[in-house]
């Protein structure tokens, strides 16, 4: 199957997705008061990996309980220093379902927080996010993706993941519940 046919199946699955209505009850609370936080990344470039470490480090100081899941294309070696739960390109089908465990837990899970930490579009995370029982998702903001989170942070030339991660530490901080 062709990477265009595939791609254009999960996007079609996902605006249908996007549509339905999902059982989470969406809505900001006080960062200070977030107990449970999702980490959905997706970090391409070698460097960057400890800031996802500090990241990770930061929150776990601050007393939150973390679940973190990933995507791999190939399952070497781990750059990162903490537990997290993937899946791979065997997991999704032909007809872009993705059919593993460690996904469904993840999107099960009822979140204070999501983050979703990449700087390029994926579309196996966007059916995440729209199925996604957390109450916040926030990342990067990518056109005709406004349905998919309840905090978009743009990026400008240049910046990358570090940036991303600052941003959506800083934004989230200062959320407060009316």
């Given at each position: 199957m062709s990477s265009k046919i595939s791609d254009y199946v999960f996007n079609l699955r996902n605006?249908?997705?996007s549509k339905e209505k999902s059982d989470a009850e969406r809505a900001t609370s006080n960062y200070q008061e977030a107990k449970s936080i999702g980490i959905l990344f997706k970090i391409e470039d070698d460097e960057k990996h400890d800031?996802?470490?500090n990241f990770v480090k930061k929150l776990q100081n601050e007393g939150k309980e973390l679940?973190?899941?990933?995507?791999?294309?190939?399952?070497d070696n781990s750059p990162y220093n903490f537990k997290y739960d993937f899946f791979s390109k065997k997991d999704i089908t032909?007809?872009?379902k993705i059919k593993s465990r460690a996904v469904q837990k993840f999107i099960d899970t009822p979140f204070d927080y999501l983050y979703c930490i990449t700087v390029n579009h994926f579309l196996p995370f966007d059916t995440i996010l729209t199925k996604s029982n957390?109450?916040?998702?926030i990342g990067r903001y990518f056109p005709e993706q406004e349905d998919f989170y309840e905090l978009m942070?743009?990026?400008?030339?240049?910046?990358?993941?570090?940036?991303?991660i600052e941003q959506m530490l800083h934004y989230t901080k200062k959320?407060?519940?009316?």
């Open positions: 605006r249908f997705s800031s996802l470490n679940m973190l899941l990933t995507y791999f294309e190939r399952l032909t007809l872009g957390a109450k916040c998702r942070l743009d990026l400008q030339e240049g910046e990358g993941v570090d940036h991303l959320l407060t519940k009316n």
